[in-house]
């Protein structure tokens, strides 16, 4: 069983970092792609950040260059390493387990497991 719990958010000015954790506790994440998505008041989810099937990662033009996916096998953990934040940055942020079958790491219908989600606010 995927139980995926993220932690790290919370209030920070722009320009300041904050560093997302997502921690499985059925210990699959280490077997799976993972991802990190967002989602504004009033808007979709949107992509962020993802490994792909074999390491690589990948990241949405908005965040590339400040934000940073890893993860730690050995502790069942996905990180997000947020820097230079924006007021843009304010959302939701969750992490997502990608489904075997899926062919897109970008589109939150390639996920089947998600974590409760963790609020990011940026003042400006």
């Known amino acids: 069983q995927v139980l995926l719990q993220e932690s790290g958010g919370g209030l920070v000015q722009a320009g300041g970092s904050l560093r997302l954790s997502c921690a499985d506790s059925?210990?699959?994440?280490?077997?799976?792609?993972m991802g990190w998505f967002r989602q504004a008041p009033g808007k979709e989810r949107q992509f962020v950040a993802a490994f792909s099937r074999g390491g690589g990662t990948y990241y949405a033009d908005s965040v590339k260059g400040r934000f940073t996916i890893s993860r730690d096998n050995a502790k069942n953990t996905v990180y997000l390493q947020m820097d230079s934040l924006k007021p843009e940055d304010t959302a939701v942020y969750y992490c997502a387990r990608r489904k075997p079958s899926s062919t897109s790491m970008y589109s939150s219908n390639a996920y089947d497991s998600w974590g409760q989600g963790t609020q990011v606010t940026v003042s400006s």
């Open positions: 059925g210990r699959t994440l280490s077997t799976y792609p």
